[in-house]
């Protein structure tokens, strides 16, 4: 992987495309390392946005008119623009949703009401965020099922021969995080859904925090669904996806109801159109959509290899300069891992640490990041993370290193 | 010593300093000053909900007096805990009920008290009011 030449990735250049990222906050420049949380979106897609609801807003699938012709065509090409990104096979195994969540609870309904029976298994991991363990956790309980966790150990990775172990004929589905969003793992989900796949058992990807950093190809990995978010990759908010592999999106029963997704409604019977219309209930946010293509486009441009060699550099190098910063403590420190620091200053509280940084124009996230299990396997109460993209620097490392050894002084 | 005339004390302290680092310097050690609330009172009955830190508050009434306890895992919320428990504890209801917090402006830290704001101290300044107006309540009962 290293041997691709970044050369030609001028950071400084990149970063013109992001009209935030210009600006001061409390007269610093701002340093934005809560990409975990949101990435920024670049002019081309505002720029897109701005543009459609100016000149061509109008409701998809339904006019016969100019303006709904043309904006039906944009949407359905952003669709094609999504499977090309993440080479799925087909068009139509692309559902539109609202993002991640809305993406694993769409999968937990439609997929628990066809499959899901009393005592049956569902395999999740410890390392979860919390929208791929409350949706599980609420189908469980209306299916009377069972929910199982495969363990990680301290350094932040999964615990594969333990895997291998929840195993059982009463297993029904595996849910696993492609990219852990607090410890930056980046699990083996080739050899998990191998696993999985040798005993039948279908496999939902959550790509949420994946898909910005490295290529994905959905048939190479062969996942049975990979979920996730437009604005967690540059798009625009209010916009997600899921992938479903033909086969289970023909079987499964529809999400919700109503508009766009029926084939004939009578007062007697409703029959329902075939995916991706039968998961795509009312007006869909075509604009995001659209948006959300352009972003990829705009990746794609960029290169997403490049970005990752990019990123592995920043990851490398924060890793080693926030090593050097005595009583900090990284937590996750995966062989495999993307650029996402989380970590306690000595015993200084999260929050504290987060609002002077903020105060120094940094921003970063605290807390449980919606992972709070992972927060018990460590037994503290959460950290600090900064989560950084391609457009950060080496220099803004520098300065956020700095400032950590400010705030230590600060408080001891 | 009245509301207004604390709050006067406190604005004083603070134009000592004429940066915001040595502001939040200040808010340190007044959080580390401050002792911790007893174990005991550390309930999840006693916890403030919706903060990102978890933050610990309860009152008591005695002798026509309102007297608060407050704690947080917040070095910083402890500092500004400090400030409220210096203006509000060991005064009458009705007085806490009207008092207008204007040092909160004038000391320049603002956005700590912002409704938006993850761990907002807004939060306690309305608990202590309405815990307040509640024994304000009861004792004209």
Known sequence: ?412 | MIINEIQDEIVDEFARFNNWLDKHNYLIKLGKDLPSMDEQYKTEKNLIKGCLVKTWFYSEFRDGKVFYYMDSESILTKGFIALLLRIFSGQKPEDIERADLYFIDKIGLKEHFSPFRANSLFKLVNKIKSEANLYKINKSK
């Open chain 1, 1 to 412: 992987m290293n041997e691709i030449d970044y050369s030609n990735f001028d950071v400084k250049k990149i970063r013109n495309d992001f009209p935030v990222l210009s600006q001061k906050v409390y007269e610093k420049p701002l340093v934005y390392f809560d990409n975990g949380a949101t990435t920024q979106k670049p002019k081309i897609v505002i720029d897109t946005i701005n543009e459609l609801y100016s000149k061509y807003n109008s409701n998809v699938h339904r006019g016969v008119h100019y303006l709904s012709d043309q904006m039906t065509r944009l949407y359905e090409e952003a669709r094609e623009k999504i499977r090309e990104f993440i080479n799925a096979k087909y068009p139509h195994e692309i559902i539109f949703t609202k993002g991640t969540t809305d993406s694993i609870n769409l999968v937990a309904f439609s997929f628990g009401e066809a499959y899901i029976k009393e005592n049956d298994e569902i395999i999740i991991s410890e390392m979860e965020h919390h929208s791929n363990i409350v949706p599980w956790q609420m189908m469980c309980q209306r299916k009377k099922a069972k929910l199982k966790v495969i363990p990680f150990n301290d350094k932040g990775e999964l615990l594969i021969e333990d895997y291998k172990k929840l195993i059982s004929p009463k297993t029904k589905l595996v849910a696993v995080v492609h990219v852990s969003n607090s410890l930056g793992t980046i699990n083996p989900i080739k050899q998990i859904i191998e696993i999985a796949h040798q005993n039948n058992i279908p496999v939902l990807i959550d790509g949420t925090q994946a898909i910005q950093h490295q290529k994905i190809d959905i048939q190479e990995i062969d996942c049975d669904f990979y979920v996730f978010s437009g604005h967690k990759i540059y798009g625009p908010t209010g916009i997600g996806v899921l992938y479903g592999k033909e086969k289970w999106l023909n079987e499964m029963p529809p999400y919700q109801g109503g508009g766009d997704m029926i084939e004939t409604v009578t007062f007697e019977k409703t029959t329902y159109d075939i995916p991706p219309a039968k998961f795509e209930a009312g007006t869909p946010n075509y604009i995001g959509a659209i948006g959300l293509g352009v972003a990829l486009d705009y990746l794609k441009n960029l290169g997403m290899d490049k970005i990752q060699v990019y990123e592995k550099k920043l990851l490398e190098y924060g890793t080693k300069k926030l090593s050097e910063i005595n009583g900090l403590r990284i937590y996750g420190t995966a062989e495999n891992k993307t650029c996402i620091f989380s970590f306690l200053l000595n015993n200084i509280p999260p929050y504290d640490t987060g609002v002077i940084l903020d105060k120094f124009g940094i921003a970063v996230r605290t807390g449980h990041f919606c992972t709070q299990p992972i927060w018990d396997h460590y037994r503290v109460d959460g950290a600090v993370r900064a989560s950084l993209a391609f457009y950060n620097t080496f220099e803004e490392i520098d300065y956020f290193c700095e400032v950590l050894k400010q705030i230590q002084k600060m408080f001891y």
